[in-house]
């Protein structure tokens, strides 16, 4: 069974650094892996999606890696803003029809 | 384009009680699906569909029936409500065909439901 493991659960930082968010899975089998950013009593939004045949994916100030082989994957984000402060999950595709969600890591950025 | 879109946002019910929550989407999208997402438990399927008239059990289908009248459409039917389906429902939709734009998932914003 596919599991989903993000840690830290959460992260408290000074604006302006740069962090690295981290996501596993135990089962490399799988057809892609999406990043997605949650806000407080929001829907989700899709941030960054990766196929299995990729390495890494980036958007702005964001960029996804993955490594299959060792069911690993970070999200990194460049001089962090009060602004990306949210909940940020990251799900894998097993299946055509499902996705696996990690628990999610809380991002608090400090002005 | 409202991409998916749910109603209601917040709803709350007696125990043995039966509600629907809907679901629609006007990204011609033809896969849709229900979840739930529950403190530390994250978010598991119930159902889904990858299309009009198809639909097919999650992780967590009890309780819960759907179908797939049209593509916008996707309602979720809670046949005689717990307090154990209380919890924030989610629907999602993606495209159809195979490319990276249809294989991202767009989620509504959200039904809160507690149940009494």
């Known amino acids: 069974k596919q599991e989903v493991t993000q840690i830290p659960a959460a992260l408290s930082v000074p604006e302006g650094e740069n962090l690295v968010l981290n996501c596993s899975f135990t089962d490399s089998a799988i057809y892609n892996l999406q990043w997605f950013r949650q806000d407080p009593g929001k829907g989700l939004t899709s941030l960054l999606l990766?196929?299995?045949?990729?390495r890494e994916q980036t958007s702005g100030r964001l960029n996804a890696s993955l490594d299959k082989s060792s069911g690993r994957s970070t999200l990194y984000i460049a001089a962090s803003q009060p602004g990306d402060s949210a909940t940020y999950l990251c799900a894998v595709r097993p299946a055509a029809q499902k996705l696996v969600f990690g628990q999610g890591t809380r991002l608090t950025i400090n002005p | 384009n409202a991409g998916v879109t749910q109603t209601p946002k917040f709803q709350v019910l007696k125990t043995g009680q039966s509600m629907t929550l809907q679901c629609a989407q006007d990204m011609n999208h033809e896969y849709m699906s229900w979840y739930r997402q529950d403190p530390g438990m994250g978010l598991r399927l119930i159902h889904y569909s990858v299309g009009a008239g198809i639909t097919d059990q999650g992780e967590v289908p009890n309780g819960y029936n759907v179908s797939r009248s049209t593509t916008e459409d996707f309602p979720l039917r809670l046949l005689s409500a717990a307090p154990s389906q209380t919890s924030v429902y989610f629907c999602?939709?993606?495209?159809?065909?195979?490319?990276?734009?249809?294989?991202?998932?767009?989620f509504g914003p959200g039904t809160r439901l507690t149940v009494l």
């Open positions: 999602a939709s993606r495209g159809s065909h195979s490319s990276v734009l249809s294989d991202t998932q767009y």
């Open positions: 990766i196929q299995s045949s990729q």
